[in-house]
T-cell receptor
Framework: RKEVEQDPGPFNVPEGATVAFNCTYSNSASQSFFWYRQDCRKEPKLLMSVYSSGNEDGRFTAQLNRASQYISLLIRDSKLSDSATYLCVVPAEGITDSWGKLQFGAGTQVVVTP | DTEVTQTPKHLVMGMTNKKSLKCEQHMGHRAMYWYKQKAKKPPELMFVYSYEKLSINESVPSRFSPECPNSSLLNLHLHALQPEDSALYLC?????????????FGPGTRLTVL
């Protein structure tokens, strides 16, 4: 099993609609999770950090399900500018010398259409 | 200010050239990272520096040589690269090299090896 798995999409979403997608992870000991968005040919930008059961920031909600080892991202009232690849990021499994090492999912592409 | 800067933005080099990529952050972060990203793939970790000491080397070929002159600067020296090394090279920083600290990325250097 890959350490972090995501549905690559694309998720085609009408403007104003809601979209949600999941990320499964193998590191059952992880206490932190991150969602980044990456636009084409740009750097990843931090969207949200999750340290407990979930987090909400405006139209974006992340929910963590530890029992099933997945984290979801929900985008409400989608805007054209939300079109991007969303990367799920989880600390790598291991001991102290792995600190700072993150595992990136392959990303979920979201395309918001007018 | 969550800014990480990288120079140059673009670099084209031959297989016999020696060049350096530079990264700078003024957020007081004590961990800095180099990643390599190929098209349509997630970033791959190359090196982690924690308190100016190399803490993780992900079995990167010796033609890539990192250097951390001080807590704000990170360099990546390139020598005798191969065409398959063409990629986007991303620098990131975080408060500490910890599973809990978010990493902030610079805009990257797009490298082409001829």
């Amino acid at each position: 099993r890959k350490e972090v798995e995501q549905d690559p999409g694309p998720f085609n979403v009408p403007e104003g609609a809601t979209v949600a997608f999941n990320c499964t992870y193998s590191n059952s000991a992880s206490q932190s999770f991150f969602w980044y968005r990456q636009d084409c040919r740009k750097e990843p930008k931090l969207l949200m950090s999750v340290y407990s059961s979930g987090n909400e920031d405006g139209r974006f909600t992340a929910q963590l399900n530890r029992a099933s080892q997945y984290i979801s991202l929900l985008i409400r009232d989608s805007k054209l500018s939300d079109s991007a690849t969303y990367l799920c990021v989880v600390p790598a499994e291991g001991i102290t010398d792995s600190w700072g090492k993150l595992q990136f999912g392959a990303g979920t592409q979201v395309v918001v259409t007018p | 200010d969550t800014e990480v800067t990288q120079t140059p933005k673009h670099l084209v080099m031959g297989m016999t050239n020696k060049k350096s990529l530079k990264c700078e952050q003024h957020m007081g972060h004590r961990a800095m990272y180099w990643y390599k990203q190929k098209a349509k793939k997630p970033p791959e970790l190359m090196f982690v520096y924690s308190y100016e000491k190399l803490s993780i080397n992900e079995s990167v070929p010796s033609r890539f040589s990192p250097e951390c002159p001080n807590s704000s600067l990170l360099n990546l020296h390139l020598h005798a690269l191969q065409p398959e090394d063409s990629a986007l090279y991303l620098c990131a920083s975080s408060q500490e090299a910890s599973d809990y600290n978010e990493q902030f990325f610079g805009p990257g250097t797009r490298l082409t090896v001829l």
